[in-house]
């Protein structure tokens, strides 16, 4: 083989690659999308990374889990990775999962009296 057909073949499988955890990425389906809830509390731990962000907050008691957006998104709402701090109190709308009665994509946060959307 030919060393431009390897690169060629190199870059094709590296391409496929690449798109690979787009392709196997969880569904939104697995939410329950006709009932919306809100729910407001402390900020226990974050991550401000890839694919989505998530918080977990503690409201009366229970510990969430809320999936946000991608970092990259989150910031160009104006979401930083600062507002959404240990110790932040936050406001999150969105879906239960339906199989993790613990975890909710969210669709929007308030934080600081500002309403980011995340969708």
Known sequence: MS???FLRRLTI???????LPAFAHHGWSE??????????????QNG???PHGFIKLTVDGK??????????????RGLLKSDIADGSQVTVEGYI???????????????????????
């Open 13 to 19: 499988a590296s391409a496929l690659l690449i798109g």
């Open 63 to 76: 510990e969430w889990i809320a999936v946000l957006a991608p970092p990259f998104r989150m910031e160009n």
């Open 31 to 44: 939410y329950e999308q006709g009932k919306l809830i809100k729910l407001s509390g402390k900020v226990t």
């Open 97 to 119: 999962n339906r199989s993790k009665p613990d975890e909710m994509r969210a669709e929007r946060i308030i934080v600081n009296n500002k309403t980011i959307e995340l969708r």
């Open 3 to 5: 060393h431009f057909k």
């Open 48 to 50: 401000y990374e890839h």
